[in-house]
Nanobody, 132 residues
Framework: QSQVAESGGGLAQPGGSLRLSCVAS????????IGWFRQAPGKEREVIST??????????AYVEAVKGRFTISRDNAKSTVYLQMNGLKPEDTAVYYC???????????????????????WGQGTQVSVSS
């Protein structure tokens, strides 16, 4: 069964760091684009970062709210995509999801809402809480 699963969430202090992992199983990660999404209480789910299919040449994109603080990367050999989150803020508190899609599009395009249906496999989410 093809699926993705997130891990690495938890409680962090403002200014702290967490690294989320998205592990794919049941399929080879290389040709899949990955998106990281989050949903805060009372808010809609939003995309925050994407990485295109491929390896070292994969394109990466971020929304303004996390640009310069979050870094997305992929290790196809480990079937894992990471989201390194530094400089965490209380407003980063949310459930974080990863999703995989067999998509040919660039990371920048995949940030757009109209490309949401490019993602086929969704994880169950991992809670990130930022508080002092």
């Amino acid at each position: 069964q093809s699926q993705v699963a997130e891990s690495g969430g938890g409680l962090a202090q403002p200014g702290g760091s967490l690294r989320l992992s998205c592990v794919a199983s049941g399929f080879t990660l290389d040709p899949y684009a990955i998106g990281w999404f989050r949903q805060a209480p009372g808010k809609e789910r939003e995309v925050i970062s994407t990485i295109s299919r491929g390896g070292a040449d994969a394109s990466k994109a971020y929304v303004e709210a996390v640009k310069g603080r979050f870094t997305i990367s992929r290790d196809n050999a480990k079937s894992t995509v990471y989201l390194q989150m530094n400089g965490l803020k209380p407003e980063d508190t949310a459930v974080y999801y990863c999703a995989a899609g067999l998509s040919p599009f660039s990371a920048e395009l995949l940030l757009q809402k109209r490309y949401l249906n490019e993602f086929d496999y969704w994880g169950q989410g991992t809670q990130v809480s930022v508080s002092s």
